[in-house]
């Protein structure tokens, strides 16, 4: 089972929905959210409670969207129009994908290099010492360690 799980009880407190309607919903609104958050499928994925709360919104704005079909309603002299046909292009809005998609960003990227050189001891941030090595390879130790030698 993946970290975010809805079944149609998470939407019972919210709306009437048929159990089999509903789980073909909860299966659709599910996948897209894969598309522009794969992460949710992870084991380890941080947020999944939500990740739920942003998926239920839209399964119950589709809902709530209707059939998409008019109807009338007449007393009297008097006619009501109702028009429930709702576009849906998406199942989410941009702020819902913004969302989804800020879940699965790390605290950073794959790494982050600074490149201004403000190295140790003169050294140059690339030079094999700040990088974990046991050796200068920017020349400091050629300039009594002011600076690196390709800066002179």
Not at 24 to 40: F, H, N, Q, R, W
Not at 75 to 97: C, H, K, M
Not at 137 to 144: D, E, K, N, P, Y
């Amino acid at each position: 089972m993946t970290p975010v799980a809805l079944t149609p009880d998470d939407l019972a407190p919210f709306a009437a929905i048929d159990e089999e309607k509903a789980l073909e919903m909860i299966a659709d609104a599910v996948g897209m959210a894969k598309l522009v958050a794969p992460c949710i499928v992870d084991e380890d994925f941080a947020h999944p409670d939500a990740a739920k709360a942003v998926i239920r919104g839209a399964i119950l704005r589709w809902n709530d969207a209707g059939s998409g079909a008019i109807t009338t309603k007449q007393a009297g002299p008097y006619q009501q129009v109702i028009d429930s046909n709702t576009r849906r292009n998406n199942l989410f809005w941009p702020s819902e994908i913004s969302q989804l998609e800020k879940m699965c960003k790390t605290s950073g990227a794959a790494f982050t290099l600074d490149s201004a050189p403000t190295g140790r001891s003169g050294h140059s941030i690339w030079c094999s010492l700040n990088l974990g090595g046991d050796a200068c390879s920017c020349g400091a130790v050629l300039t009594a360690g002011e600076y690196p030698l390709w800066e002179a």
